[in-house]
């Protein structure tokens, strides 16, 4: 099993930055892939950006160029650092992590953390 514990949202400005952590309760080596969700209100949860084992991320694109997501082994955390932040950036952001049990996947989920992008 893996327990996610999310950080790092709050209220920002329109163009201000956050940075989201993602603290796993494993080794994130051993975990095949991490990454990011989010789910404004009324809408469907969305990917936002998808780390896979090997280091590489795909973004989505109503964020690429302005999100990033990274990784601290060391900590066993994953980060995803928010530029020119929008008001259409507010949502609950969700990590994800897809831990490989037995022959499948199965994926775990942090709590949320809200991300508020208003004057």
């Known amino acids: 099993q893996v327990q996610l514990v999310e950080s790092g949202g709050g209220l920002v400005q329109p163009g201000g930055s956050l940075r989201l952590s993602c603290a796993a309760s494993?080794?994130?080596?051993?975990?095949?892939?991490m990454g990011w969700y989010r789910q404004a209100p009324g809408k469907q949860r969305e990917m936002v950006a998808n780390m896979t084992s090997g280091d590489s991320t795909n973004y989505a694109d109503p964020v690429k160029g302005r999100f990033t997501n990274s990784r601290d082994n060391a900590k066993n955390t994953v980060y995803l650092k928010m530029n020119s932040l929008k008001p259409e950036d507010k949502a609950v952001y969700y990590c994800y992590a897809d831990n490989a049990e037995g022959r499948l996947y199965r994926r775990y989920w942090g709590q949320g953390t809200q991300v508020t992008v208003s004057s």
């Open positions: 494993k080794s994130i080596f051993s975990i095949n892939a």
